[in-house]
């Protein structure tokens, strides 16, 4: 992600301002953006080259990258980051995989296995009482 992808991240990002107050984004940004690579740029100095998700939040739209799990998250912006990567995570600030095991056979490979994936809580009334 690097802050030319500006448009394309306001485009697909939700209507409605992702915080009720300047406090809570606040904290949100303190817990989450104050850590991670992408922002560090904005904290040295030099804001055009800072994080595009934030500056999609204020313009008052909720970028899709922010997660909630339930109604009531929302509420209180409870957001997960998708692209968050913490400053100490290691050179780049991507996710390295996990090695293999000496000795053990990998079945399948991993390359396609690997990136962006979140999961999601699923509704009871949507798994059928019995598999067919």
Same mark, same amino acid.
């Given at each position: 992600m690097t802050p030319d992808d500006y448009d394309k991240l306001f485009e697909e990002a939700r209507d409605g301002a992702p915080f009720s107050n300047s406090s809570q984004g606040y904290s949100w940004m303190a817990n989450w953006c104050?850590?991670?690579i992408h922002d560090k740029p904005a904290r040295q100095g030099n804001d055009g080259? /800072?994080?595009p998700l934030i500056l999609v939040a204020l313009m008052d739209?909720?970028?899709i990258q922010w997660l909630c799990e339930t109604k009531e998250q929302a509420i209180h912006a409870d957001y997960?980051?998708?692209e968050f990567r913490d400053e100490d995570d290691g050179p780049g600030g991507e996710p390295r995989p996990i090695p293999d095991p000496p000795g053990q056979l990998t079945l399948l490979p991993r390359g396609?296995?690997? /990136?962006v994936r979140m999961l999601t809580p699923f509704e009871p009334d949507q798994i059928p009482a019995t598999l067919p």
């Open positions: 104050d850590r991670c080259q /800072g994080c739209k909720t970028p997960h980051c998708i396609e296995y690997e /990136g």
